[in-house]
Nanobody, 122 residues
Framework: QVQLVESGGGLVQAGGSLRLSCAVSGRIFSMNVMGWYRQAPGKQRELVAD???????NYADSMKGRFTISRDNGKNTVYLQMNSLKPEDTAVYYC????????????????WGQGTQVTVSS
C-alpha cells in the first residue's frame, strides 16, 4: 500500500512563507509526476504545481513567481515552497503522486495525501 504523508501547513500572515512536504512510502517501482493541488471552501480542487521525475515543472498562472515545487527522487518526497502568501491562498493543500508498482510495472497509479490546511490571514 502506498502512503502519502504531508506536513508543513499552518497559519501565516499575508506576505509570509510556508514550505510543504509530502513523503511517499510503499512498494513503488518508479515514481512519475508528483504534484500539489489545493481546494478552498466551496471551490473545486485545482492544480498548484507539478514536477516530472526529470525535474520539469508546471505551475498554475496565479502561483508563478511565488511558489516553487521541487522533489528529492531518492526520498520520494516533493516540496512546495510558498512565498508572498495571500489570503486567497487559504485552502487545503493535497499532494498527488503518480507511480508504477511492482505488481504491474506498465500501469500508472495515482494516490493522494490526506491534505494539509494552509490559512493566510490578512
Amino acid at each position: 500500500q502506498v502512503q502519502l504523508v504531508e506536513s508543513g501547513g499552518g497559519l501565516v500572515q499575508a506576505g509570509g512563507s510556508l514550505r510543504l512536504s509530502c513523503a511517499v512510502s510503499g512498494r513503488i517501482f518508479s515514481m512519475n509526476v508528483m504534484g500539489w493541488y489545493r481546494q478552498a471552501p466551496g471551490k473545486q480542487r485545482e492544480l498548484v504545481a507539478d514536477i516530472t521525475s526529470g525535474g520539469v515543472t508546471n505551475y498554475a498562472d496565479s502561483m508563478k513567481g511565488r511558489f516553487t515545487i521541487s522533489r528529492d527522487n531518492g526520498k520520494n518526497t516533493v516540496y512546495l515552497q510558498m512565498n508572498s502568501l495571500k489570503p486567497e491562498d487559504t485552502a487545503v493543500y493535497y499532494c498527488k503522486a503518480q507511480y508504477r508498482d511492482y505488481v504491474a510495472v506498465r500501469t500508472l497509479h495515482d494516490s493522494w495525501g490526506q491534505g494539509t490546511q494552509v490559512t493566510v490571514s490578512s
